[in-house]
């Protein structure tokens, strides 16, 4: 029998009398109420329900007694109406039992009349809802998350149509413009460019839009409504609308004021979602307990795995390094107290290589204000971080290798002296013009360095290209390397500068071995889909410390040569390794051996 059944607009004491055996073995709750609105009659199910006894219905139990406070006005005017005449309706309500728990109903309500006709009182059908309202929470829980995502970032995020206007903007973009929503929405986005950025935006929009591929990170200024010119940074993509049109969503940085902002956003749930996984920003959230319940699809890729669920239910820590449980525990703490930080963090990739990132992490709250875990905006820094390092080696490479060769020079220029012999002067030109070879290889190799950048790595055939790098160094240097292993052809990913990375290895072996016969190894070892090289020497070998530190551009052992080596051997994804020729006999030389992945 379903709800509506029950549901008539008015019912007689008589047959209420009969009914009330029908309804005392019902499954469904039925109060009946008087008209000051006192319960004086309950079935089994609805004292079941509301913890109510035949004794406590008998002192006295009101309306006011079983709806919440904020609903009770809501229940009497309904049924002032009921009694009036009005239609029954049914209603959402909250009930209260006796142990103060809220329960979640809906009800329908007939009026009881006398044989008179007057109306006497109400009969009320109640519908636990419980169950399907856990289930609405649950649908709920993951709309607000998505919302409250999106409405806390610190970024101004928006979207693009066809036609170069907007049709969404959030909160935080108001905010960077001083504009409200009405005198944004539906305006050409240019309206509100810096004279200076308009042509660089409009084609960068306009390529996308064609499909071409432009840059998606860069700065541009705006022009707040007061005037203010506003540096920010953009993190663009492109989505396919529902009527076929590609829109163009980005999201905004405010470079100027760098102020944290909460944002404000009312979407669907499917544009919020749509928003947070087409973001180029890695996005990653945490319950209480600091265990990951999201991860958007750019922190997917970002840690190198197939599929969140590989990530997801793991804790903070285990991809984050440096993550104690006392600093997670810590931080927690602060969310919980509304701390919002931007910090520098390193992520742990699924290879166990480092990805330095920076962080914004801001808490996430619930309707009722309570905390449920934390978000954080997690950007890529590796190229900046790459480019510090590139600008720090080159800096040291100044004032350093040119700063000695410089010094030779001049020590050749001091003996130069109208009274200087031929056997001085010919001393000086040879500093002089040592220094200034010595200065132009420098700048020869930091001149392939850059060139090395620029140059797309590709399927190359290795083995022919080894072969003559050996050739090379052996005529240079009158030393003849056993080699052994090589076999006729290996194609493996690199570029032209992969005859460099030979002959930097090769070099240095070779210059920093003082020992008067100079031998050389070279052997190759192939397996399934890696091709290893060895180049073992007999020189002075290195100490377990710096065998670990020799590859840093701060320290450079070897000088510039090692590295190009590092930096071509992370270009092509090459494995160093770094060993003694003879295990445990590092005075009797190294061994430096590179694993190439086969080309498919």
């Known amino acids: 029998m379903t709800a509506t059944e029950f549901s008539r607009n008015s019912i007689s004491l008589e047959t209420l009398a009969i009914l009330k055996k029908v309804l005392d073995e019902l499954v469904i709750p039925v109060v009946e109420l008087d008209l000051n609105y006192r319960m004086v009659y309950a079935n089994r199910a609805a004292k079941d329900l509301l913890g109510f006894s035949d004794a406590s219905i008998a002192n006295g139990i009101f309306v006011s007694d079983i709806v919440v406070h904020e609903q009770l006005g809501l229940v009497t005017k309904g049924l002032e109406l009921v009694r009036n005449g009005a239609s029954p309706a049914p209603l959402a309500l909250r009930t209260l039992r006796v142990d103060g728990v809220q329960v979640p109903v ?114 541009f200024k705006v022009i707040h409504s007061s005037g203010a010119v506003k ?22 940085h405010d470079f100027t004021e760098l102020e944290e902002q909460r944002i404000q956003l009312e979407a669907s749930e499917q544009r919020y979602r749509t928003l947070v996984e087409t973001m180029q920003t890695g996005l990653g959230i945490d319950d209480v307990n600091g265990l990951l ?98 600008a720090h080696f080159l800096l040291d490479l100044l004032l350093h290798d040119f700063g000695n060769q410089l010094q030779l020079v001049i020590a050749g220029a001091e003996l130069c002296h109208p009274n200087s012999s031929i056997e001085i002067l010919d001393a ?84 920093h071995n003082k020992r008067e016969e100079k031998k050389l190894w070279i052997a190759g070892r192939l397996t399934d889909d890696t091709f290893y090289i060895e180049f073992a020497d007999n020189g002075p070998g290195l100490s377990d410390s710096k065998k670990a530190e020799i590859f840093l551009s701060t320290r450079r052992y070897g000088g510039v040569g090692l590295h190009i080596v590092k930096t071509l051997a992370t270009k092509y994804g090459i494995r160093i390794m770094v060993d003694d020729r003879v295990q445990g006999h590092p005075d009797q030389g190294l061994k430096v051996t590179l694993a190439f992945s086969l080309a498919k």
């Open 106 to 219: 809906q009800t329908f309500t007939d009026t009881i009349h006398n044989s008179t006709g007057a109306v006497v009182g109400f009969l009320i059908y109640v519908f636990d809802m419980t169950r399907q309202t856990r289930i609405e929470e649950k649908l709920e829980d993951q709309h607000e998350a998505f919302k409250i995502i999106v409405e806390q970032s610190q970024l101004g995020i928006l979207v693009v149509d066809d036609n170069y206007r907007f049709v969404y903007v959030n909160d935080g973009l108001c905010t960077m413009l001083g504009r409200q929503r009405n005198e944004i929405l539906g305006h050409d986005f240019r309206e509100f460019l810096h004279p200076d950025s308009i042509a660089l935006v409009t084609e960068r929009y306009i390529k996308r839009q064609r499909g071409e591929k432009v840059p998606s990170i860069y700065k």
């Open 428 to 511: 000086a030109r040879g500093y002089i013009l040592d220094g200034a070879r010595r200065c132009l290889e420098l700048i020869s190799k930091v001149r392939k360095i850059e060139a090395a950048k620029g140059e797309v790595v590709r399927p190359i055939e290795l083995v022919d290209i080894l072969l003559s790098e050996i050739e090379h160094m052996s005529r240079q240097y009158g030393i003849s390397p056993v080699v052994e292993g090589i076999p006729g052809s290996i194609t493996v990913y690199a570029d032209s500068s992969l005859s460099n990375l030979f002959w930097n290895i090769m070099e240095n072996a070779i210059k």
């Open 293 to 390: 319940i999201y991860v958007n699809p750019a922190l997917v890729k970002m840690l190198g795995y197939a599929d969140a669920d590989e990530i997801i239910g793991r804790p903070l820590s285990d991809i984050m390094a440096g993550l104690s449980q006392e600093i997670i525990e810590k931080r927690i703490e602060m969310r919980k107290q509304g701390s919002v930080e931007s910090y520098e963090a390193q992520l742990i990739h699924r290879s166990g290589r480092l990805i330095p990132v920076v962080v914004n992490a801001s808490p996430l709250f619930g309707p009722d204000g309570e905390y449920i875990g934390s978000f954080g905006l997690i950007t890529d820094v590796s190229n900046l971080k790459q480019a510090e390092a590139e």
């Open 231 to 252: 540096t920010v940074l953009i993190n663009t993509s492109t989505m396919v609308a529902s009527d076929g049109t590609m829109r163009t969503v980005a999201q905004l």
